[in-house]
């Protein structure tokens, strides 16, 4: 199993960007899905989005066109471009190792927080 550590959050004002990363302690080339998820304040953790070792990626509706997710190997790392960033995208935003696809043996990071200011 990967240790995984984000970093990248930040406070920024409505309209503004950010990059987050996604460190891995191991290799990630082999690892089927690697995930964002985000929590705001009171509510449940939700989907944000994936990228696939094959090269698929797929977004939560209410940050497709806005963020990008990728994956480089040679660094471990998976990053969550993210523009045009709203209030409503404030929160702690976790990365997940899914070496498999489904569940098993999955991994999260401690996650890193983005607060967006109106």
């Known amino acids: 199993q990967v240790h995984l550590v984000e970093s990248g959050g930040a406070r920024v004002q409505t309209g503004g960007s950010l990059r987050l990363s996604c460190a891995a302690s191991?290799?990630?080339?082999?690892?089927?899905?690697m995930r964002w998820y985000r929590q705001a304040p009171g509510k449940e953790r939700e989907f944000v989005a994936f990228t696939m070792n094959g090269g698929s990626v797929n977004y939560a509706d209410a940050v497709k066109g806005r963020f990008t997710v990728s994956r480089d190997t040679a660094k471990r790392t998976v990053y969550l471009q993210m523009n045009d960033l709203k209030p409503e995208d404030t929160g702690v935003y976790y990365c997940?190792?899914?070496?498999w696809g489904w569940g098993k043996d999955e991994t999260w990071g401690q996650g890193t927080q983005v607060t967006v200011s109106s």
């Open positions: 191991g290799p990630i080339d082999n690892i089927a899905v």
């Open positions: 997940n190792a899914d070496p």
